[in-house]
């Protein structure tokens, strides 16, 4: 059997021309009386995709959620389900369910009558949604919870219960408002990965609404990252991170140091960054900047390392003073302030015991890293 995994790997209908996406919002915008909480925007998403909408709160992500589902419509643009216009398509008749915030679960009924609830409604018969309801507590493990009340279970049976009975009807795409918001931390990531198994089981299309950059980069296939209603860049998890689009998206997604500069020199395979101290950074991922650019070269705190002596090859070396540093066990976290006051987050995985070359408050250190190390932002 193939792995989550190498399953997860292996899914990016994105890179295939021809593949069709199975949720399409065209240049959709949505006005709430003056206010643009949803500007022009286009996004595509496959069928069987896990996909993240993640931003800052009120960026418009619950609203593009909303409209999906049919509680609300764009103001001008489209959006198309499997090829068909949803304007005017009443939520239930819709082939997507929602499941908001806050769960909402009938506090009278058992576990297996909230799940049973809405198959009752659209008039299925009994044996039916009987088996159904056994597959779906199977699914979310809550068999020998069936007759209690939402009351008697704890924070994360509660979610379990209420993704059961959104996916009790089968709908073909689910939608999920911060679906993990009131769990605490540690049931949080267990129940991410819970998550992560039923969407890959049940073959379905997941929308998740969420403003934890961390949730996101684990269940997502692919990430939209929202500001103000607009998309500021859609990638995976992977290229969110290590090749940014925007300062904004750097910043947004994990720690970054930006150094701001000013393109010196282009050929083909590098680019000479000149810093205002007059610093330079030479890089290999410069993208689509040019000689004269305003850039910043973004680069993640593990990417850069810092020694007490100035490194023999490293092209990117720096001299500073060791402002602050935090041990966390597993690595050690160093603010290096260069000599132009700019003051650059490292981070060094404590690999072996003793570190042979240990740093200590106030002492001079350089910090250096490889050419291909960071990102250059034009934006
Ligand atoms: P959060 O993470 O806080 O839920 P969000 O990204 O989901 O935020 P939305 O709920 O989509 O944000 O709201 C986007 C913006 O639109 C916000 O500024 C919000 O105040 C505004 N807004 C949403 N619904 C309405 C409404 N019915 N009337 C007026 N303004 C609204």
Redesign the pocket.
Known sequence: MKSLGSIRRSFAPWTDPSAKPYIVFENVTKK??D?T?VNNLSLTIYEKEFFALL?A????????LRMLAGFDEPTSGRILLDGQDMRGIPPYRRPVNMMFQSYALFPHMTVEQNIAFGLKQEGMPKAEIDRRVADMLKLVKLEQFAKRKPHQLSGGQRQRVALARSVAKRPKVLLLDEPLGALDKKLREETQFELMDLQQNLGLTFVV?T?DQEEAMTMADRIAILDKGEVMQVATPAEVYEAPASRFVAGFVGNVNMFEGKVAARDDHTARITGASGAEIVVENAGDAVAGDTVAFAIRPEKIKVTSRRPEEAVNAMEGEVFDLAYLGDMTVYYVKLSDGQMVKASALNSARITEDALSWNDRAWISFKPDAGVVLTR
């Open positions: 709430f009386g206010f909480a931003g709160s009120g960026c418009g992500k619950s609203t593009l609404v403003h």
